[in-house]
């Protein structure tokens, strides 16, 4: 089993809807967790990350972490066509200052169309 | 473009062949991490350095694979007679103490023939 996992859609919208991506985890030691978004070809890009359980927000994005059932979700409302990216969840150790290795979900592949 | 810089963005080799990579970190970044990318699949840990000393190294990184960072500036990513296997995307990324805040470089993508 996979420290990460995340269903890799491909997950297919129209312009205006609300998206839901999602992840769980099996390692409670993780404590702080990422979304990046990927465009074809280029790198992830960081789009937020939250430290333990609660929600943050980011104008169109909020993100959500429950640890207590290990589940990670991102919220993009108001989607867009430019959104069309490949979503990866990932996770951190404890030790986030030094401890250096980010743990990546599949990535879900996002289509958002006019 | 102050951005992670990766050399060079493709790279087609043949089978046993060596290949080698080089990242420029963000100037100022002191931590630089390697992670490998197959189609389909999330970026998967290779190692990582905190200025040139190398701290974490994934069971990933067999004994054909090494890297370095000399004087805590750019990094270079060396694969030894080269497998198709070893096809995939080569991401860098640095951050300044906190991987939290990681960014990633565009990318060598390798392809062994």
């Known amino acids: 089993q996979k420290e990460v996992e995340q269903d890799p859609g491909p997950l297919s919208v129209p312009e205006g809807a609300i998206v839901s991506l999602n992840c769980t985890y099996s390692?409670?030691?993780?404590?702080?967790f990422m979304w990046y978004r990927q465009y074809s070809r280029k790198g992830p890009e960081l789009l937020m990350y939250t430290y333990s359980s609660g929600n943050k927000e980011d104008g169109r994005f909020t993100a959500q972490v429950d640890k207590s059932s290990k589940y990670i979700s991102l919220f993009i409302r108001d989607s867009q066509p430019s959104d069309s990216a490949t979503y990866l969840c990932a996770t951190l150790g404890a030790g986030g200052t030094s401890y250096g290795k980010l743990t990546f979900g599949q990535g879900t592949i996002l289509t958002v169309h006019p | 473009d102050t951005g992670v810089s990766q050399d060079p963005r493709h790279k087609i080799t043949k089978r046993g062949q060596n290949v080698t990579f080089r990242c420029d970190p963000i100037?100022?970044?002191?931590?630089l991490y390697w992670y490998r990318q197959t189609l389909g699949q999330g970026p998967e840990f290779l190692t990582y350095?905190?200025?040139?000393?190398?701290?974490?190294k994934s069971r990933l990184l067999s004994d054909r694979f090494s890297a370095e960072r000399p004087k805590g500036s750019f990094s270079t990513l060396e694969i030894q007679r080269t497998e198709q296997g070893d096809s995939a995307m080569y991401l860098c990324a640095s951050s300044l103490d906190d991987q939290t805040r990681a960014f990633f470089g565009q990318g060598t993508r390798l392809t062994v023939v």
């Open positions: 390692n409670s030691a993780f404590q702080y």
């Open positions: 350095f905190q200025n040139e000393a190398q701290l974490e």
């Open positions: 100037s100022e970044h002191n931590r």
